[in-house]
């Protein structure tokens, strides 16, 4: 347990000081208590995407229409958050239906403007309905975030002991999910060029990870869908770019490796002495570079894949 209280701690504490009571006001109350007393990994806000005051950067998305797949819960609830705390107003997609009106709910309550629309992005003809359903609500659509994914069903076993289906249910989702999306919003972009799109692929599309051959393929695949856009795009005024987070720590990568009941508890030890900040990532510093991105300042912009990761694909980290 008390190496999954450190991590929860490296989280929110590893920035100076001064910047951490500057971004987290919600930690002043308890910089001055002893270590045993902080906030323990499983209950932090912060960490877990409850609504929280983690927001200097601002753009202007106000009026803007965004869609973000995936929104319910994890990364791309914190996108959803930081899209509408700076004007936005967002589609929360998501094959949850329930867990979207849940954040839906939430954001309202906290003055944002969103709202839940049931879609599971590895079937092309219901995500046509449901951009026909967000159109029909909002009118048009500017900003489409592509973060719906899931990972590795069951056992990480080597290529040869990998089963079918469940290549064909990660490709599905992670890959033709992002094109299936695209296909479906792009014409309505067209009518407005300035559109943006972001894709979130993962570090693991660049570098690739032993015992996940379908998740590399699938992430690997949406960093060159991204380029590809990006040629198409770009003529018509619509920029499309990419972000490829590292380890991050979310439900479902506690559910992984940083919860105490983690399926691969012993190896988060491990992933982490690879990562040169030694902790992981937060929802919100990848919601972030998602801001960064779809901003109007970031309007020359285009193909780009703006890895998150700590550090972790710069190289070998550990002495030989």
Known sequence: MQFFREIGEMAIRSVHPAVRLLICPRLRANEGRERDSRLPITQSSLLFNQTSDYSLMRVDLNGQVAVVTGGAQGIGRAIVEILTNNGARVAIVDIDREAAERTARELMAAGSTCTAVTGDVSDPGQMEETVDEILDRYGRIEILVNNAGINTLRDRVPVHEFDLQDWNRILQVDLTGVFATSRAVVPAMLKNPGGRIVNV?????????????????????????????????GPYGILVNAVAPGSTLTQATQALFYGPEGAYTEKAASLISHIPLGRPGRPEEIAHSVLFLVAPEASYVNGAVLVVDGGWSAGYLREW
């Open 201 to 233: 692929s993962s570090v693991a599309g660049l570098v690739p990870l032993r015992l996940q051959s379908a998740f590399v393929a699938a992430k690997a695949g949406v960093v060159n869908l991204t380029r590809s856009m990006a040629l198409e795009l």
